[in-house]
């Protein structure tokens, strides 16, 4: 015997049927996973904000290892660790540490630096020396000053402010006004 609807027609699904709906369920899940990704986190932000912090972490550590003072140079969308020579006087890069090269930031990410409520210009004059805007002294003090990074036509911005005594006080993108 058949088993027949109460509506007139056959019970079940055809096989295209189920094939259609499993198909629109896995569009609907990509999208999904993939508005996630676009609306959730910044990777690159994410990244950048940390190299940041672990690059002047590690400044910071290594004046107060060695007993001289470190620098940050900002320029226009880059920074670069600088150390003070006291035979020369002068502030110099770090010879043969990656860490402390010249740093670029990606497309599309915009940096913002302020000391005291002002923004930092920056002073990138072929031919000049670099010095530094925030310093970062022997003793573990530094120059206080706040890092915004953001994404150009985004809201998510990661925030790094560093204090008089030399600690880091960070605000991930999730957590910013």
């Known amino acids: 015997m058949r088993a027949v609807s109460p509506?007139?027609?056959?019970?079940?699904?055809?096989?295209?049927?189920?094939?259609?709906?499993?198909?629109?369920?896995?569009?609907?899940?990509?999208?999904?996973v993939l508005s996630v990704g676009v609306l959730g986190s910044d990777r690159e932000l994410d990244a950048e904000g940390d190299?940041?912090?672990d690059v002047i972490a590690a400044a910071?550590?290594?004046?107060q290892?060695?007993?001289r003072d470190y620098g940050i140079w900002f320029g226009p969308a880059r920074y670069q660790v600088l150390t003070y020579a006291q035979l020369t006087q002068t502030w110099e890069t770090v010879a043969d540490d990656r860490l402390y090269d010249s740093?670029?930031?990606?497309?599309?990410?915009?940096?913002?630096?302020?000391?005291?409520?002002?923004?930092i210009s920056a002073n990138d004059v072929p031919?000049?020396?670099r010095v530094p805007q925030v310093l970062l002294y022997s003793s573990g003090d530094a120059?206080?000053?706040?890092?915004?990074?953001?994404r150009d036509g985004s809201q998510s911005q990661w925030i790094v402010a560093g204090q008089a005594d030399g600690?880091?006080?960070?605000?991930?993108p999730e957590t910013s006004p």
């Open 7 to 32: 509506f007139g027609g056959r019970g079940g699904f055809t096989l295209l049927e189920v094939l259609v709906v499993v198909v629109i369920i896995a569009i609907l899940t990509t999208v999904a």
């Open 127 to 129: 031919g000049t020396a």
């Open 65 to 67: 290892l060695e007993g």
């Open 60 to 63: 910071t550590e290594q004046a």
């Open 143 to 150: 120059s206080p000053y706040t890092l915004t990074l953001s």
């Open 51 to 53: 190299r940041f912090t």
């Open 167 to 172: 600690t880091l006080v960070i605000t991930h």
């Open 103 to 119: 740093h670029d930031m990606p497309a599309g990410l915009a940096m913002r630096v302020e000391m005291e409520g002002r923004p």
